[in-house]
């Protein structure tokens, strides 16, 4: 995705770690705006997932996060990348998909239970290697994921069919999926 980026300084501001209830006020009232990474099979036709833990969603869904304040979409994808799998790939590996995703999410695991989040979020695709995909399940970070977490490979079928998704995550997913491998 193509995107203008202006900015009055080049200083990007330091991420600064907020209690769970500053958390809650500012998603209540703020957008999140997000860059997630899609590991892909393009021979296979498959998306790699994770089961996650915290956050939402919960269940099934793939590597990702927040931007801080004054970082690009496609750094923040670096950067959350290395930080949920310990794989840094140069940015030139990240190809955007072509639209901006909108999320509404509730977050029922979140201390301020009757919470929603509103998420924007940048999407980019990655075709790791056999090597790659066996190096980011076990850097996979334990506090974000399950403790049996693994980077998971799912067909279409797979992803209509299995347990322990999110609904909401699932349909996600799957639009996603079908604009990735189109019929």
């Not at 600064?16 to 809650?24: G, P």
């Not at 140069?90 to 029922?108: A, E």
């Not at 301020?112 to 999407?123: A, E, M, Q, T």
Request: with cysteine; hydrophobic share 40%; aromatic share 10%.
């Amino acid at each position: 995705m193509q995107y203008r980026a202006y900015a009055e300084n080049k200083r990007v501001m330091a991420p600064k770690r907020l209690t769970d209830k500053e958390y809650a006020a500012a998603i209540a009232r703020f957008p999140r705006v997000c860059a997630d990474i899609i590991p892909i099979n393009r021979r296979n036709r498959t998306i790699y997932l994770a089961k996650r833990k915290l956050g939402h969603p919960n269940g099934w869904w793939w590597i990702g996060g927040a931007l801080s304040a004054g970082e690009k979409p496609e750094r923040a994808a670096q950067r959350n990348l290395k930080r949920e799998t310990s794989l840094k790939l140069p940015v030139k590996r990240f190809d955007s998909l072509p639209k901006l995703n909108f999320y509404i999410w509730n977050l029922g695991n979140h201390s301020s239970k009757n919470l929603s989040c509103n998420d924007i979020v940048f999407c980019y695709l990655i075709e790791p290697s056999e090597k790659e995909i066996a190096r980011m399940s076990r850097n996979l970070d334990q506090a974000e994921y399950e403790q049996s977490a693994a980077l998971i490979e799912f067909s279409r079928a797979a992803i209509k069919n299995q347990a322990g998704f999110n609904e909401l995550a699932r349909k996600i997913i799957l639009d996603i999926y079908d604009e990735v491998f189109p019929k």
